[in-house]
């Protein structure tokens, strides 16, 4: 299993698949990461030597912010919210969706399971 910026990455997958492993790589930034490392990304984690890995990493580590650096800065983007009292920081703070949906239905992911859904029943 090869890693890739601190990372085991699935060695039977595609390359431009593999990398998607790692936490602020997705999709588009995964194919820009083969581009630039020169790799096909049709061919299989296991079969890149170990020059290729290398390279990968390297573009990985000096080019993108990802896995812990990354959840750091968004978790410190979020207590500056709370901290100068924004709307959103305020629904961070009371574990409400942030981005403007509902919440008389719906909302069960960000609000956790009620205490009481539906009407209570009567002994």
């Not at 995964?30 to 990304?41: M, Q």
Request: glycine fraction near 8%; proline fraction near 4%; charged fraction near 35%.
């Amino acid at each position: 299993m090869p890693r890739v910026a601190g990372v085991d990455i699935p060695a039977n997958k595609r390359v431009d698949i593999s990398l998607r492993y790692i936490y602020g790589i997705g999709p588009t930034n995964a194919h820009e990461v083969v581009e630039k490392a020169g790799i096909d990304p049709l061919k299989k984690m296991k079969d890149l030597s170990k020059e290729e890995i290398e390279a990968i990493n390297k573009i990985v580590t000096t080019e993108f912010v990802v896995e812990g650096d990354l959840r750091k800065e968004v978790t410190m983007n979020i207590k500056r919210l709370i901290e100068i009292g924004t709307y959103r920081g305020y629904r961070h703070k009371r574990g409400l969706p942030v981005r403007g949906q509902r919440t008389r239905t719906n909302a069960r992911t960000r609000k956790g399971r009620s205490r009481a859904i539906g009407a209570s029943k009567k002994k």
